[in-house]
């Protein structure tokens, strides 16, 4: 009889939610825009003294409540082209997100008229910005499944795209990573276009303290000069979706050998019986 309850026992353990614990989380997206306009005095191209500048900022910023869903979006009331957004929920079993961020930069050289003339420089520059970060516990070892893909395009060597999803523990070491990250040394069409890269990852997650992280940072610029006027854009995307599953407990008073060993006897006694 205590062989076949022992058996039972450790036949009997059954999948049970995982211990999640939500430690902290941040969830935000921003942008910040500046059109700078300078009046110029020149009496050649290389010889220029700054007659008046004006700025004309626009910023915005939005975060999300503690652990409540969250779906913003922003954009500029003075540059049309300036939007950042992210859709994203949070609980003990699924963190899930989306988020995008586009911005288009400005750059012109004209005159005012008059004699001599002089010279207005006009520049728009933009940053947008979309994180999600959560960070969580796992009491067990808990199964898992992470998807995820970053893209973007545009940045140039003028401005700069960054994009990251990274699943580490708390302390450092990185469980998975993809990035993207635009180079300023590119002047090719093809630079124009980053990823898409994507995640499709399984498995167990063991007991500890963890942080996933998703982030898309990007900047325009311009570059104004007597020959060239050349502005840039940005769009960027990602996605993430992490899923926790069930965690296998293991009875205290039966080790799986324990059982393997039990079940074992059970069967050379009946064995012999016969």
């Not at 545009?154 to 990250?181: K, N, T």
């Not at 926790?244 to 069967?267: C, D, K, M, Q, S």
Request: net charge negative; aromatic share 6%.
């Amino acid at each position: 009889m205590k062989l076949r309850l022992a058996l039972a026992a450790t036949l009997s353990a059954v999948p049970v939610q995982a211990a999640v614990t939500l430690d902290a989380q941040t969830r935000e997206i921003s942008f910040d825009s500046l059109r700078t306009r300078t009046e110029l005095f020149c009496t050649s191209p290389q010889s220029c003294s700054v007659l008046s500048q004006t700025n004309t900022p626009d910023s915005g910023s939005q975060s999300a409540p503690d652990f409540a869903p969250f779906d913003a979006s922003l954009s500029s009331s003075i540059f049309p082209s300036v939007a950042v957004s992210q859709e994203s929920t949070l609980t003990t079993g699924r963190m899930k997100a989306h988020a995008s961020g586009a911005a288009a930069g400005a750059a012109s050289l004209g005159t005012s008229g008059g004699f001599p003339p002089t010279f207005i420089e006009t520049v728009d520059s933009h940053q947008t910005r979309s994180l999600y970060h959560v960070e969580f516990t796992l009491d067990e070892p808990t199964g898992y499944a992470l998807d995820g893909s970053i893209a973007g395009g545009e940045a140039g060597f003028i401005g700069d795209l960054d994009l990251h999803i990274e699943l580490r523990h708390a302390g450092g070491a990185v469980v998975h990573r993809i990035e993207l990250a635009d180079s300023d040394d590119c002047l090719d069409p093809s630079c124009a276009t980053l990823g898409p890269l994507s995640l499709d990852e399984q498995g167990t997650l063991a007991p500890g303290s963890y942080v996933l992280d998703a982030e898309l940072v990007g900047q325009t610029g311009a570059l104004v000069t007597f020959q060239v006027q050349a502005a840039n854009a940005h769009l960027a995307t990602f996605d993430v979706d992490l899923q926790l599953g069930t965690a296998v407990p293991i009875p205290a008073f039966v080790t799986p050998l324990a059982g393997l060993a039990l079940a074992a006897a059970a069967r050379r006694r009946l064995s012999l019986v016969r």
